[in-house]
């Protein structure tokens, strides 16, 4: 019996780390998109952002410098146009400054130096009121702008096919490993039963075999199961050495 309960403990033990391992498997490979999914999240998007109010910040600078007088020298509209490209100086550094902490690509340094430059250059020609030279530095900036911008879109979307690639390959993998393990499961659970089995009808057949040979007679008993026929088998078998016995 003691052999039984360890080929059963053993069966069991067998399925349940089959069933773990593919836990343990799922739960990896889903920490990994997720964590490249965060990484996608947390970096480039956060530097499209920026970019993007930076381009809206411009674009809010540019139609006030356009619409007004500023550039023709009304001293009328000066002081409120002053504050206004104050105001708009003030977000546009603060997002320039979060976008120099977001450095996350190659060449993205570069761009972003660039787009600095561009921004004092462009800056200087609003305060110097350089008509021509404004709206150069206007279009030079907004070009980088839009170059940054355009780096961290391109990025996202590789990152997201590249994330999809990654998700497919798993889903694949984790398909062949459930194929697999369920396999291997039902082998084990088509075959543990006979590998309990199989020791206790054989035992059951020798007994009977021994009795026959030793009385001369079939030896038939009913059970719900095997073990309680062998326990039959072996009450049958003590009473008729013990009937034996008594005669002698």
């Known amino acids: 019996m003691k052999r039984i309960k360890t080929k059963l403990w053993l069966g069991l033990g067998i399925i349940f780390l089959l069933s773990f391992l593919l836990f343990i498997i799922n739960m990896i490979s889903n920490q ?38 500023y550039l023709n020298n009304d001293p009328e509209k000066d002081y409120e146009i002053s ?23 190659i060449g993205e340094q570069k761009m972003t130096e660039s787009l600095e430059h561009d921004y004092e250059f462009f800056l200087k020609q609003v305060k110097e009121q350089n008509t021509e030279l404004y709206i150069t530095a206007y279009d030079n900036l907004r070009e980088n702008i839009l170059n940054l911008y355009n780096l961290n879109i391109q990025t996202l979307e590789k990152k997201n096919i590249d994330i999809q690639n ?35 009808e054989n035992l059951a057949i020798r007994i009977k075999t021994f009795y026959r040979e030793k009385f001369n007679k079939e030896l038939e008993v009913e059970g719900n199961h095997e073990l309680e026929v ?19």
């Not at 105001?87 to 120099?100: D, I, P």
């Not at 062998?230 to 002698?248: C, P, Q, R, Y």
């Open 32 to 69: 990994t998109i997720s964590n490249k999914s965060k990484s996608l999240l947390e970096d480039n998007y956060a530097s499209v952002k920026y970019t993007f109010d930076m381009l809206k910040i411009l674009d809010d600078m540019n139609l006030i410098m356009l619409e007004s007088s």
């Open 83 to 105: 504050e206004m490209i104050q105001k708009f100086n003030k977000e546009f550094q603060e997002k320039l400054e979060l976008q120099k902490q977001n450095i996350t690509e």
């Open 166 to 200: 990654k998700a497919n390959k798993i889903m694949s993998v984790h398909k062949k490993i459930g194929i697999l393990v369920l396999f291997l499961m039902t082998v084990l659970a088509t075959l543990l039963p006979f590998i309990l089995i199989n020791p206790i």
């Open 230 to 248: 062998l326990e039959n088998l072996f009450e049958k078998v003590m009473l008729e050495f013990t009937e034996k016995k008594k005669d002698i």
